[in-house]
């Protein structure tokens, strides 16, 4: 069972341009979630799905920020002519619904994205 | 909104040495998330609480749920190197497909050989 893989790792950019990121969680995982964590805080909820509807959005993503998951499969995550204070690792998770409140969220390795 | 408080915010201990990392909910707990993070690299989950008084344990890694207190504590015995990296806790929802986690800033733990 492999667990969730992010693409690219890194990413180095030049304000104004556009950067996609890629995430493909666990197999039979039907929730994908992206956080965006800055130096020294805690990951910060940006979006979430369930299959390949978009179901809740943060106040975080603002109109320059877009994601999808058009298969309900793998998603993306595309940031639209960037600026420095996106600079931060983007972390993709994903979790299978159950029949309890609550299941748990596995987390990939990460895209750290550098906005110069 | 929930906001997560933890304490220390960094720890530095000697190897062999046995600690403890504390999370205080701003509201009621209804279970609570532990992870670990390496430096640079995304988290792994530890342990879900659930319960009041709840205890569980991972290896040398145990974690406790005061509801009343809106705390939970880890406590690390015998700590390792491979213990290092950063410990953020979450509250588990309380609502069906509320999902979305809220994190501490978390606690960054050193371990000196």
């Known amino acids: 069972d492999t667990g969730v893989s992010q693409d690219p790792r890194h990413k180095i950019t030049k304000r104004g341009q556009n950067v996609t990121f890629r995430c493909d969680p666990i197999s039979e995982h039907n929730r994908l979630y992206w956080y965006r964590q800055t130096l020294g805080q805690g990951p910060e909820f940006l979006t979430y799905f369930q299959n390949e509807a978009q179901l809740e959005k943060s106040r975080l993503l603002s109109d320059r920020f877009s994601a999808e998951r058009p298969k309900g499969s793998f998603s993306t995550l595309e940031i639209q002519r960037t600026e420095q204070g996106d600079s931060a690792m983007y972390l993709c998770?994903?979790?299978?619904?159950?029949?309890?409140?609550?299941?748990?969220?596995?987390f990939g390795p990460g895209t750290r994205l550098t906005v110069l | 909104s929930q906001e997560l408080e933890q304490s220390p915010q960094s720890l530095i201990v000697q190897e062999g040495k046995n600690l403890t990392i504390n999370c205080t909910s701003s509201k009621t707990l209804y279970g609570l998330y532990w992870y670990k993070q390496k430096y640079g690299e995304g988290l792994i989950f530890l342990m879900m609480l659930q319960k009041g008084g709840e205890e569980k344990s991972h290896e040398k890694i145990t974690a406790k749920l005061d509801e009343k207190k809106q705390q939970s504590s880890l406590h690390i015995t015998a700590s390792q190197p491979s213990h290092a990296g950063i410990y953020l806790c979450g509250p588990a929802p309380h609502q069906w497909g509320a999902q979305k986690l809220v994190f501490g800033q978390g606690t960054r733990l050193t371990i000196n050989p």
């Open positions: 998770a994903s979790s299978r619904k159950g029949q309890v409140r609550t299941d748990t969220q596995y």
